[in-house]
């Protein structure tokens, strides 16, 4: 299914993937969730690979899209075991086979989106932002992390990915702000460093 970016390396590195990342960073996720407008009950984390960021995530309803079959099928062995709700039924993961810049997901129909480390990698990314803008319905709130490569660290990283033969995309919060805005969203920067969070609320 691939020819679509960098997925083929996810297809390989998957069984290594989880013993290799640390854990997904909680604290800065639901800091830029909690800017939506009410409550976040659905959420789709794109390019979400095994499910390490969705499990850090509080929402009843996660579900993990992911260009990549190996990565998901990890996805698939997690359970929804996390900070999820009190409420919340145990079970696994759901997941979705597909590319983040055409998602057979309805207009308006989740609450947020999350990108955790792996926007720079989706080759189409005017056209995962539009279809972000366009599954979320208003007040819903798109979180990116990402890498910057202005920063050294970020900067070594971007030079490392494209040595292994990966297409990957960096852009500066600034610019990807820029992207956002230009689709509509209201920006905010919540942090910043080698790895920065940025939060659009669909307005
Ligand atoms: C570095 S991993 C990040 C996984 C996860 N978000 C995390 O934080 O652990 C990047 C992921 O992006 C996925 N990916 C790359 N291009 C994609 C696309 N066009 N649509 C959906 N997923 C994509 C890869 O398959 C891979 O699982």
Known sequence: MH??????????FARLYDWLMPAADRRSLAAALSRADGD??????????????TIAVDAPE???VDISRPMLQRARTRTTAGPGRPSDPPG?????????GRLPVGDDAVDAAIVVDAFHHMPAQPAVVSEVQRVLRPG???VVREFDP?????WVLARGEHAIGMESTFHPPADLAEMLADEGFSV????SGFEYTLVGTNR
Do not use: N
């Open 40 to 53: 976040v009950d659905r959420l789709l984390d794109l390019g979400g690979g095994t499910g390490r960021a």
């Open 188 to 191: 905010e920067v919540l942090d």
């Open 92 to 100: 696994p993961l759901a997941t979705l086979q597909g590319d983040a």
């Open 150 to 154: 202005s920063h050294p660290l970020g």
């Open 62 to 64: 996660r579900m993990v």
């Open 3 to 12: 020819g679509v970016g960098d997925g083929r390396f996810f297809d390989r």
């Open 140 to 142: 819903g709130v798109f």
